[in-house]
């Protein structure tokens, strides 16, 4: 599955980049990795600094939609593209892999509770998350 164009994902990309000129850099502030570090930046003459950050997240949109943009942490989507630059893979497709997985997992009998354990083993940092998730059923004798 490729890239479908992403018609309504402008005030999404947008509204991240403008939350991230507004945040320093470093990882201090939980940005530990920048475009210019993550190799050839194809964008480094154009007059707008963030031109390449925006084709990522316009990448990334036109996978899983640009709502999903604005209901993610702009630094989390900021590093997670950064990194997909890094690794050299693509970013809406790494994303589109993940959820598709997840869900063959979470809706095969067999594989549920697993899927939803290691899930909950992943977002333990964020408990605010971890509300939407129950615990797997307790196994029942017979």
Same mark, same amino acid.
């Given at each position: 599955?490729?890239?479908?164009? &992403?018609?309504? &994902? /402008? ?36 007059? /707008? /600094? ?30 997670? &593209?950064? %990194? ?38 992943? %977002?333990?940092?964020?408990? /605010? ?14």
């Amino acid at each position: 599955m490729g890239p479908t164009v &992403c018609t309504d &994902c /402008s005030p999404h990309v947008n509204r991240a980049l403008e939350v991230l000129r507004a945040l320093p850099h470093g990882a201090e502030n939980g940005r530990p990795l920048n475009i210019g570090e993550a190799g050839d930046n194809p964008a480094a003459g154009s007059e /707008s /600094s963030d031109h390449y950050l925006r084709l990522l997240l316009e990448d990334v949109a036109g996978v899983v939609g640009g709502d999903f943009l604005s209901k993610t942490d702009p630094v989390l989507l900021e590093q997670f &593209c950064i %990194m997909t630059v890094h690794r050299g893979e693509p970013g809406g497709e790494v994303l589109q892999a993940l959820i598709t997985t997840f869900l063959k997992a979470y809706a095969d009998p067999e594989q549920s509770d697993s899927a939803v354990g290691q899930l909950q083993q992943r %977002m333990a940092p964020n408990k /605010s998350a971890l509300r939407c998730i129950s615990s797997p059923p307790a196994p029942t004798s017979i």
